[in-house]
Nanobody, 127 residues
Framework: QVPLVEAGGGLVQAGNSLKLSCAASLRTFSGYTLAWFRQTPSKEREYVAVISGSGGNTYYRDSVKGRFTISRDNAKNTVFLEMNSLKPDDTATYYC????????????????????WGQGTQVTVSS
């Protein structure tokens, strides 16, 4: 069973919004830090947003602060990424990731510290 399954990607015009979701089949979902990463063919995978197990703490990369919001519903084993005011530079494949530790740390910004990954969902923003 695939532990993480993303949904919600698509093609939108600049300035519009999308909301991604990631359904997790993980035991003790609240025991995981969750994150959204993105990647294009010309760039290394980069973190977008991270949320602690309780949902009380978050990190955002500078370029998405004020536009993107990460949230989670521990009762439904789901994490979300609401993306507003989208820009062409946001075009990428977006991945959901989970790490077996509910406490945020700076290391959570590195894709290398995550235990599970989704298959990715494409987001394309046209100008």
């Amino acid at each position: 069973q695939v532990p993480l399954v993303e949904a919600g990607g698509g093609l939108v015009q600049a300035g519009n919004s999308l909301k991604l979701s990631c359904a997790a089949s993980l035991r003790t979902f609240s025991g995981y830090t969750l994150a959204w990463f993105r990647q294009t063919p010309s760039k290394e995978r980069e973190y977008v947003a991270v949320i602690s197990g309780s949902g009380g703490n978050t990190y955002y990369r500078d370029s998405v602060k004020g536009r993107f919001t990460i949230s989670r519903d521990n009762a439904k084993n789901t994490v979300f990424l609401e993306m507003n005011s989208l820009k062409p530079d946001d075009t990428a494949t977006y991945y959901c990731a989970a790490r077996r530790n509910p406490i945020l740390s700076v290391s959570n910004k590195s894709w290398k510290t995550y235990d599970y990954w989704g298959q990715g969902t494409q987001v394309t923003v046209s100008s």
